[in-house]
């Protein structure tokens, strides 16, 4: 399990926004992006490119990249 104080301070890297964390899968789950980073022996993997996307962001808007769909 993940302390407290860790969880305070992490952010997904693709956006900066806040974290859930989920116990069963453990992993932290960005919502704005929809990307879900594993926890390894207590360890948060926090690249983003590993991590597990939830679904395809909604179109018009912004994703991993930040780039917001339809954006030429």
Do not use: T
Not at 2 to 31: F, H, M, N, T, W
Not at 34 to 53: G, S
């Amino acid at each position: 399990m993940i302390s407290q104080e860790l969880l305070g301070i992490l952010v997904c890297p693709a956006c900066k926004g806040d974290l859930q964390y989920e116990q069963e899968p453990e992993r932290l789950i960005c919502r704005a992006c929809q990307l879900a980073y594993q926890v390894k022996d207590d360890i948060p993997i926090m690249l983003a490119e590993e991590a597990e996307h939830l679904k395809e962001p909604r179109e018009g808007q912004a994703g991993p990249e930040g780039d917001a769909a339809g954006d030429s």
